[in-house]
């Protein structure tokens, strides 16, 4: 007896071979099925590697999409936000606990939230300054430098190369904070703006 043929012509040779008794006994429906189930699921993995391929040529498309509308300041281009969260407290407002005006903008994460640097720099600072808490600098070059303050932890050395998008530091509350935050500067020749000119707008 045969238990399984791999094609439909082999399944149609081995019918045409055996006897009419032979085929009363055989459940030649099984068999045929058998072979059609084994070229659905060729395909089926053919389809679904072919879907997996466009969407991961789609991702990439957004993403490059999304890239391409990212801010630059000075020919830097500010590729990656932060963190996601809430702002909590934007550019210039005042405030009971600051004596000036707010220098950065604030965003509300939970504690822990990984911090992404939003382009490619060195790090000039890593370490806890006073209202700032912990504070990672981070200068991208053409002037332009990026502050990200209150972090629970740094991830990173003064004088470190870090690329766009690495993980510097995570969203905390050190310093002078009433909650986990991130408190994000950017700097023009060590004026500091609104972020929201060109990022969370
Ligand atoms: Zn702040």
Not at 42 to 53: M, R, S
Not at 178 to 201: A, C, K, M, S, W
Request: proline content about 3%.
């Amino acid at each position: 007896m045969i238990d399984s043929v791999d094609t439909l012509e082999e399944a149609e040779e081995v019918i045409s071979n055996i006897t009419p008794e032979e085929k009363e006994q055989l459940d030649l429906n099984i068999v045929e099925k058998y072979t059609q189930n084994k070229e659905e699921i060729e395909t089926k993995d053919i389809e679904l590697a072919k879907n997996e391929i466009q969407s991961k040529v789609e991702k990439k498309l957004e993403e490059e999409k999304k890239l391409e509308n990212m801010p630059e300041i000075n020919g830097v281009k500010l590729a990656y936000l932060p963190i996601t969260g809430t702002i909590t407290s934007r550019y210039g407002a005042s405030s009971k606990i600051r004596r000036s005006n707010h220098t950065g903008l604030d965003i509300a994460a939970t504690l822990g939230t990984p911090i992404k640097v939003v382009s490619s720099g060195i790090v000039t600072c890593a370490s806890y300054q006073g209202s700032y808490g912990n504070i990672v600098k981070i200068d991208h070059g053409n002037g332009i430098e990026t502050w990200y303050a209150h972090t629970s932890k740094m991830y990173v050395e003064v004088g470190q190369e870090v690329k766009a998008g690495e993980i510097i530091a995570a969203v905390g509350t050190t310093g002078n904070s009433t909650g986990p935050h991130l408190h994000l500067e950017i700097r023009i020749n060590g004026e500091h703006v609104n972020p929201q000119n060109y990022l969370y707008q």
